[in-house]
């Protein structure tokens, strides 16, 4: 936290020592490992108890856990292979969305007048459906890299555009206030008061942009792969192999959880103040 946010909260941070059973809760401890996966194994035990007990769906709509923890044995290097590709380009995908995010969010907290001009604009880009997109990315920037990231970066941005430009028009009076006690300039106001105050709001965009990014970068490559499990999704339903194809499904899905998990921790070491400055839970 800046030395000015700290002089404004310091009446608000005075609180009474946290209880034993409090600092249990809120330290690091098997809940914070055990629930996940709690929930894992939960999710696993309906799977085959609609798959392979009571038989609702059709194996080739949604093949039994056990068929596709098979597949996923047997078809590892081909996957595990393509899984990183995926990764990859939902990483450079998200990172440069939140560079262009965030600079567009700035732009349009700076100005109203740019913000009047531009948000009727960005809202239609963000209605576009993607998919849509797909075929003239291809025809525009061939095939490869180029129109997946375009489509990691389409999915990505808009969250992150709203939430920089809602963080910086939403300064807490107080800290505006200390800032213009203390004669600041523009640039000290914003560099210690209004950017660190939008840093928790910035967040709530990346956490929703992070999942967007992987759904971008197999959507392109449906479209434009030459390789990544959204590539290897088409080729395995092709020849009929809909285990491996789910097996597939469920490597997009561990991939997001830990690429969200990764931003939680970044969050929680970039901004150790927003725990201690909010409730407890």
């Known amino acids: 936290m800046t030395e000015l946010q700290e002089r404004a909260a310091e009446p608000a941070t005075r609180k009474p020592a946290p209880t034993r059973s409090a600092s249990r809760h809120l330290g690091p401890g098997s809940a914070a490992i055990g629930l996940p996966l709690l929930g894992v194994l939960v999710a696993l035990a309906v799977w085959w108890l609609v798959t392979s007990v009571f038989h609702l769906i059709h194996p080739a709509s949604l093949p039994p856990p056990e068929d596709v923890f098979r597949a996923l044995v047997e078809s590892r290097a081909v996957l595990l292979e393509a899984a990183g590709a995926t990764t990859l380009s939902t990483v450079v995908g998200f990172l440069l969305s939140t560079v262009a995010g965030v600079l567009i969010g700035l732009a349009l907290a700076a100005s109203r007048r740019v913000e009047r001009m531009f948000s009727p604009l960005l809202v239609a880009i963000n209605a576009v459906p993607k998919i849509a997109l797909g075929p003239l990315l291809v025809v525009s920037l061939g095939w490869g890299q180029k129109p997946i990231l375009t489509m990691v970066f389409l999915l990505c941005f808009f969250p992150i555009v709203l939430s920089t430009a809602t963080g910086l028009t939403t300064t807490p009076a107080e800290f505006a206030e200390l800032a213009r006690s203390l004669n600041a300039s523009w640039w000290q106001a914003f560099r210690k008061v209004r950017f660190p105050a939008a840093l928790p709001q910035i ?38 192999a809909y285990s491996t194809s789910w097996a597939a499904i469920v490597l997009i899905a561990a991939m997001s959880i830990l690429l969200y998990f990764a931003l939680v921790v970044l969050e929680r070491l970039a901004l150790p103040w927003v725990r201690a400055t909010t409730s407890s839970r």
């Open 203 to 240: 967040f709530v965009g990346l956490k929703v942009a992070m999942p967007l990014a992987a759904i971008g970068a197999v959507i392109g490559e449906f479209q434009a792969g030459e390789a990544g499990l959204g590539y290897q999704i088409l080729q395995f339903n092709g020849v009929g």
